[in-house]
């Protein structure tokens, strides 16, 4: 089968539960948006575990590169203001 001829690869994103993220749960080739949705319903969320579901392109999705780490991740660590380690938290406040 020729690569023209595949369907494209569609990245599927479930939210278990109202108010939760969108975790990611795998890949699955679909013709179009409709059908990946339809699709990625009936192999990820069999067991009525999932309220939303998204799906994405694969080829629209646009990622730094992981050699570039330094540039986006390090000039961080100089700026402690943006890191709440010296605070101290009351005992009422349990989930920060």
Request: charged letters at 25%; proline letters at 6%.
């Amino acid at each position: 089968m020729s690569t023209n001829a595949e369907w494209p690869l569609w990245e599927v994103f479930v939210r278990s539960k109202a108010g939760l993220d969108h975790k990611h749960c795998g890949s699955l080739h679909a013709p179009d948006s409709k059908a990946a949705i339809q699709l990625a319903r009936d192999v990820y969320t069999r067991r009525q575990e999932g309220t939303s579901i998204w799906v994405v392109r694969s080829d629209q999705i646009v990622a730094s590169d992981p050699g570039d780490k330094d540039m986006y991740f390090d000039p961080m660590a100089d700026k402690v203001y943006r890191h709440p380690t010296f605070y101290e938290l009351p005992e009422s406040v349990n989930h920060m």
